[in-house]
């Protein structure tokens, strides 16, 4: 509506219960074509919103917008480019000289639980080290933040997106961390001890530690195309159920340790090393190992295979000593510098194995040297 005289928007100013007839008057905001915007976003159209709606539910994926619109991939960005041009730009958020707050501390005397929050950067960088004891941190999206320390004790990390962030220490004792998606982010050091992690998602992340001791798990995870200096399972910790493709890691450490179900696919690993360990059921393609050494140590139901017909397995200064292969297809890998000392080896399906500068001990010389 607008002025009848001079043809400005009308505010209102009175607001009035028809029950009771309490009257409150002051400016509050209007809405409509005309009554001028209180927010950029009410100056959009109703199939603009709507466009911004199908954008927020498909979380950005433009695949998934394609399918929901039924439109191309150029309309979608045009569309966006258009709205980019009716909203204001982001202005940039400085943090300089900022006080940041104390430590937030969660407990269970506090009853403590952060369910359903959706933090905004200016927020998260103000909590510095969170420390939760029994306590949930679910749904919520953590986009271009930095944290210093997520320090966990027999609580719950679930249902959230992290996004182009940097989390210096995650801490678990006892914790679970579940149904987790983590993209373009960096995480200095994750140590878990008798804890769980679950269904969680590292795309095109950095970890520079990876810690799993004292009987912890790793189940239905995904690595992709993530970069990490050092993985360590020790003390009848497991991996379960887990894809690690395209990754790159400097060492990769097994002690008293399991995995079962895995696939390693065009991983680049510096340093493979097991000791009493067991390794069941894992597919690799064309995995690049400079140094891989095996002690007292289990594989069993191992498929070694090329990756997408073309990336040769490549492995350099093998060393199988007092250890177990059973049940193992090689098809087209190399191993150089290779040495196998007391290794027992049986039910083998070898095609294309190559071996360059090999020193075979007993086990029947490695049963004449696989019978050529």
């Known amino acids: 509506m607008t002025c009848p005289a001079c043809r400005g928007p009308l505010t209102t100013v009175a607001l009035q219960c028809a029950p009771c007839d309490l009257k409150v008057e002051g400016k509050f905001p209007t809405f409509g074509p005309n009554s001028g915007p209180t927010s950029e976003f009410q100056s959009l159209k109703e199939d603009e919103l709507h466009f911004l709606r199908i954008f927020i539910h498909c979380e950005g994926s433009i695949r998934e917008m394609e399918s929901a619109l039924g439109v191309s991939y150029p309309t979608i960005k045009a569309r966006i480019a258009a709205l980019k041009e009716k909203l204001s730009p982001i202005a940039p958020t400085s943090h300089k000289n900022e006080s940041f707050a104390e430590p937030q501390m969660f407990d269970s005397n506090l009853s403590s639980n952060l369910d359903s929050n959706s933090p905004s950067r200016s927020t998260l960088s103000k909590i510095v080290p969170i420390k939760g004891r029994e306590f949930t941190f679910s749904n919520n999206g953590i986009n271009v933040s930095s944290l210093s320390r997520f320090t ?4 719950h990390i ?3 997106s992290i996004n182009a962030s940097r989390i210096a220490s995650l801490e678990m004792q006892d914790a679970q961390m579940s149904d987790n998606s983590i993209h373009g982010s960096s995480l200095d050091s994750i140590s878990i001890q008798q804890g769980q992690l679950n269904q969680c998602e590292f795309h095109g992340s950095k970890i520079s530690h990876l810690d799993i001791t004292d009987q912890c798990a790793i189940s239905d995870a ?3 195309g993530a970069v990490a200096k050092n993985i360590s399972l020790k003390n009848r910790s497991r991996v379960q159920n887990a894809k690690f493709h395209g990754i790159m890691a400097n060492t990769w450490t097994l002690v008293a340790s399991s995995v079962s179900d895995m696939e390693l696919h065009g991983a680049v690993i510096r340093d493979f090393n097991l000791s009493n ?3 069941q059921n894992m597919e690799t393609k064309g995995v690049q190992i400079e140094a891989c050494e095996m002690i007292d140590s289990t594989w069993r139901d191992i498929r070694v295979y090329r990756k997408n017909g073309k990336d040769v397995t490549r492995l350099k200064n093998v060393s199988f000593k007092n250890s177990s292969l059973q049940d193992i297809t ?21 095609t294309g194995l190559h071996m360059k500068n090999k020193t075979i001990r007993s086990e029947q010389d490695l049963e004449r040297e696989l019978s050529y």
């Open 158 to 160: 679930r249902d959230n």
């Open 222 to 224: 995904e690595f992709h």
């Open 152 to 155: 966990l004790n027999k609580s």
């Open 277 to 279: 360990s067991h390794i």
């Open 330 to 350: 090689f098809e087209d890998c190399l191993f150089e510098n290779v040495q196998f000392i007391d290794v027992h080896i049986r039910d083998r399906r070898l």
